[in-house]
Nanobody
Framework: VQLVESGGGLVQTGGSLKLSCAASGSIWKPNTVAWYRQAPGQQRELVARIVSDGLTNNVLYADSVKGRFTISRDTAKDMAFLQMNSLSVEDTGVYYC?????????????WGQGTQVTVSS
């Protein structure tokens, strides 16, 4: 399984960006897709996650992005998105797409290479 993120870049405070994640390979469904970020010198942290069980999608956001970021997915196209609005300098970091599922007790956990988001003041 490969994950490729795109859409990062340089934006001013208050601006918007939309990140995309394209997955390819043998993908088990349902699965969980998430966006994480890592700021310089900081640990990687969860930004948003969609847990799909085949019937419903449960969405979780970090408190710091609630009301500003929106995670979505196109299951048929194996893509995920992160719409980021009202960006602040604190949102700067490398954003990673993550795909996860558990199959017969085994965890399958995949990461993209990351895309840089830089918010300037």
């Amino acid at each position: 399984v490969q994950l490729v993120e795109s859409g990062g870049g340089l934006v001013q405070t208050g601006g918007s960006l939309k990140l995309s994640c394209a997955a390819s390979g043998s993908i088990w469904k349902p699965n969980t897709v998430a966006w994480y970020r890592q700021a310089p010198g900081q640990q990687r942290e969860l930004v948003a996650r969609i847990v799909s069980d085949g019937l419903t999608n449960n969405v979780l956001y970090a408190d710091s992005v609630k009301g500003r970021f929106t995670i979505s997915r196109d299951t048929a196209k194996d893509m995920a998105f992160l719409q980021m609005n009202s960006l602040s300098v604190e949102d700067t970091g490398v954003y990673y797409c993550n795909l996860f599922w558990r199959w017969y007790g085994l965890d399958y956990d995949y990461w993209g290479q990351g895309t840089q988001v830089t918010v300037s003041s």
